[in-house]
């Protein structure tokens, strides 16, 4: 069973960093996965997109993380990282890791999985 454990969520200022981690377990040895990402949920508002990263490195990012965040992954390890910077009070949220596709034998199969989340707070 797919597992997605997420880690690095704290408290910083306005205009601080954080760095978030993320690992993925239970992916089969003959398998990979196609696109990890992060989504955020703040209070009292719908999960939204933050930025993902699939298997040959093109990444994706809202618009108002752009230049501020960066995606990375290491594919053979099957982890997923988002380091912020210039951080905003509006960027608090619980933030969520995701593997969306997983790829066995040249198939893609629509398989999605979550974390369970680490929350960060950006104090003004």
């Known amino acids: 069973q797919v597992q997605l454990v997420e880690s690095g969520g704290g408290l910083a200022q306005s205009g601080g960093s954080l760095n978030l981690s993320c690992a993925a377990s239970g992916i089969a040895l003959n398998a990979a996965i196609y696109k990890m990402g992060w989504y955020r949920q703040a209070p009292g508002k719908q999960r939204e997109f933050v930025a993902d990263?699939?298997?040959?490195?093109?990444?994706n990012y809202r618009d108002s993380v752009k230049g501020r965040f960066t995606i990375s992954r290491d594919t053979p390890k099957n982890r997923v990282y988002l380091q912020m910077h210039n951080l905003k009070p509006d960027d608090t949220a619980v933030y969520y890791c995701?593997?969306?596709?997983?790829?066995?034998?040249?198939?893609?199969?629509?398989?999605?999985?979550w974390g369970r989340g680490t929350k960060v707070t950006v104090s003004s």
């Open positions: 990263v699939q298997t040959n490195g093109d990444a």
């Open positions: 995701s593997v969306e596709g997983i790829i066995a034998n040249d198939i893609l199969y629509n398989d999605d999985y």
